[in-house]
């Protein structure tokens, strides 16, 4: 798959990878894709277009946070 925007998305290999526009898109079934042919999931996991899979990445709940005072 080759990005067709301008300026070009992130590529499969970029850390941004997630900041390329979605070209398909499936919420009742928790998946997306991307234009640099990466599946993300509603749980943060992704799957590349090479077959590798990033594991779930959610960072601390705000909440849960605690402020430096």
């Known amino acids: ?3 067709q925007h301008l300026p070009p998305c992130p590529t499969a290999a970029d850390s941004d990878r997630e900041a390329a526009k979605t070209t398909a898109s499936h919420p009742e079934q ?17 799957l ?8 779930p990445h959610r960072g601390p709940a ?7 005072a």
């Not at 705000?62 to 430096?68: D, G, K, N, R, Y």
Request: glycine content about 8%; some cysteine; overall charge negative.
């Open 1 to 3: 798959m080759l990005c």
């Open 30 to 46: 928790g998946w997306s894709l991307l234009c640099n042919g990466v599946i993300v999931f509603e749980d943060t996991g992704e």
């Open 48 to 55: 590349l277009p090479d077959c590798s899979v990033i594991e």
């Open 62 to 68: 705000p909440h849960t946070l605690v402020s430096a």
